[in-house]
């Protein structure tokens, strides 16, 4: 595959009746929104209790331009199955869906696009009458080849179930056969139905022949698969569809994560923000945050405490010498030095230096070693009072009172 293809959008179809009445395609252009452009196919991916993609959903739409608020007014819409779907044991909620681009000016054809599509997609619904094979038979490739192109946004199952069909037509496929009778097998030229108690009867009999030891392991495999499957379709209690379909404001906030959690990972991977100013910042869940870097592999440059881990090894160095010129609060020196607050306080408190900044404050007190002792010596001699001699030179007066004290002891 050639580059430019791999980086090309996906193209769009345009689905029309000609002058005789035929049903044709083409590649969709600007232009055909004069011709009354009225229905896009969309597809709503079905999430398990585990919130898995595991089935979806195909409908049409007069909304064009936002697909997104399609699935938000579904959320609403008490009468619409894809609220809550159960089959084959298994109850599956909605999520968040995307265009087909394939387009149309027609209800009647929108009805056919709609039913073909849940066909060939194997989507969850009702059963659709399949007669939109036949009529969109002259148009069943063109029509595969270009959900083949969307495969990176469908769900695994959808593209695994669109292959299983093959290069032929679908009206003579297998699938369209147990599709319309309900059975939910496998086509019989390839599988056969075989009881588990034969199963086990073989695996008895085999199992001292050292040379079927593959083959035994292999029907093990095959019942430990269908022991899990059985034990899934068996639900337990029945969930509410309010915890499992999403309220408008819930889908309003999914949608602010995806679109902000990119932004976040770039801010926390650059180091221009920590994961908790990241989070903040852009009004994400931290722990979500945390799990998608996981994920991603993007280490924050950040300690914890929010302080860089990027630092110099003469860093704490100069940032004790700045910080002991008492001009700088401790918290302002270690940021712009990129070293912990915590280990630069501690090394200032054993070097018997306190600083007398606080964060966004200028110095309340100035006073030196002499200006302390003088004030203590003038006190003792009952020059001045310990109040007086506070304020005289600019000390604190508990910190004056405190010194004071100490020496008497």
């Avoid at 094979?133 to 669109?162: G, R």
Wanted: neutral net charge; glycine residues 6%; hydrophobic residues 40%.
């Amino acid at each position: 595959m050639s580059l430019s293809k791999v980086l090309s959008p996906p193209r769009k179809l345009y689905v029309f009746f000609n002058t005789e009445g035929d049903i044709k395609i083409k590649e969709y252009k600007e232009k055909h929104c004069k011709e009354g452009i009225t229905q896009v196919m969309y597809f709503t991916p079905l999430v398990d209790s585990e919130f898995d993609m595991v089935a979806t959903t195909v409908g049409r739409t007069n909304i064009i331009d936002d697909i997104a608020k399609v699935g938000r007014q579904r959320a609403l819409i008490e009468f619409c199955s894809a609220r809550r779907v159960k089959k084959f044991g298994i109850v599956y909620g909605p999520v968040l869906g995307d265009s087909l681009l394939i387009y149309t000016n027609n209800d009647e054809i929108a009805d056919l696009l709609k039913w073909w599509c849940r066909i060939f997609m194997g989507a969850i619904d009702s059963m659709e009458p399949s007669e939109c094979i036949s009529k969109l038979a002259h148009l069943e490739k063109e029509l595969k080849d270009h959900l083949f192109q969307l495969v990176d946004i469908l769900p695994s199952c959808t593209v695994c179930y669109m292959r299983s069909w093959g290069d032929g037509p679908l009206i003579e496929h297998w699938n369209l056969f147990a599709r319309e009778l309900q059975i939910h097998q496998p086509n019989p030229k390839e599988f056969v139905s075989v009881p588990t108690a034969t199963i086990n009867n073989i695996i008895e009999a085999l199992k001292f022949n050292p040379d079927a030891k593959n083959l035994v392991d292999e029907l093990h495999n095959h019942l430990d698969t269908a022991a899990a499957l059985l034990s899934r379709a068996k639900l337990q209690q029945h969930p509410d569809p309010k915890n499992f379909w999403l309220t408008e404001e819930k889908m309003a906030e999914i949608a602010h994560r995806e679109k902000n959690l990119p932004l976040a990972l770039k801010k926390v991977d650059e180091g221009s923000e920590s994961v908790l100013g990241a989070a903040r910042t852009l009004q994400l869940n931290r722990q979500t945050l945390k799990i998608k870097m996981k994920q991603a592999g993007v280490k924050s440059q950040f300690k914890s405490g929010g302080q860089l881990k990027t630092g110099k090894p003469d860093s704490l160095d100069d940032a004790f010498e700045l910080a002991s010129t008492r001009v700088v609060g401790v918290a302002d020196v270690a940021r712009s030095k990129g070293v912990k607050r915590t280990t630069l306080a501690m090394r200032m408190s054993r070097a018997g230096i306190r600083s007398s900044v606080s964060v966004g404050r200028q110095p309340s007190y100035t006073y030196s070693q002499e200006d302390m002792d003088e004030a203590i010596r003038m006190c003792e001699a009952g020059e001045m009072a310990p109040k007086e001699a506070a304020s005289h030179f600019s000390i604190p007066s508990g910190t004056l009172g405190s010194r004071m004290f100490r020496f008497v002891e």
